[in-house]
């Protein structure tokens, strides 16, 4: 079962457009404000804890373990960065290169599961 143990929650920055219907997944933090991450390549800034609408505050869990939704199958262990929707994926290091790992799977999952992620998004770095 998913759990949280927060570490860092940012809570200072506005949702650019209506994130009500995408708590738990990544986002990323632009000149805009908080916004869901949009493709593959994009650097996470944590995954939106609330549902805030545009120009409400967005809070963002940035380390800690977080409950985050799973865009396919992950295993124990997993490096994993974000789908272009904002979703979970697992990233194989050495291959995604282009891709942000932002944490570890701290249990398994299939698509649209939320699970826990150890989550470092303070400087996620790429899976080389």
């Given at each position: 079962m998913?759990?949280?143990i927060p570490v860092l929650v940012d809570s200072k920055h506005r949702a650019?457009?209506?994130l009500s219907t995408h708590q738990y997944k990544f986002v990323k933090l632009t000149s805009n404000g908080i916004e869901l991450v949009s493709a593959l390549t994009d650097k996470p800034f944590g995954v939106l804890q609330n549902a805030p609408t545009a120009?409400?505050?967005a809070e963002v869990m940035r380390l800690g373990l977080t409950k985050v939704i799973s865009g396919g199958t992950i295993a124990v262990g997993a490096a994993v960065g974000t789908s272009a929707a904002g979703l979970a994926l697992s990233k194989t290091l050495g291959t995604d290169i282009t891709h942000?790992?932002?944490g570890v799977a701290d249990e398994a999952s299939v698509i649209n599961d939320?699970?826990?992620l150890?989550?470092?998004c303070l400087a996620p770095g790429r899976a080389v």
């Open positions: 998913a759990f949280e650019f457009a209506d120009g409400q505050a942000f790992v932002a939320i699970f826990t150890g989550i470092n």
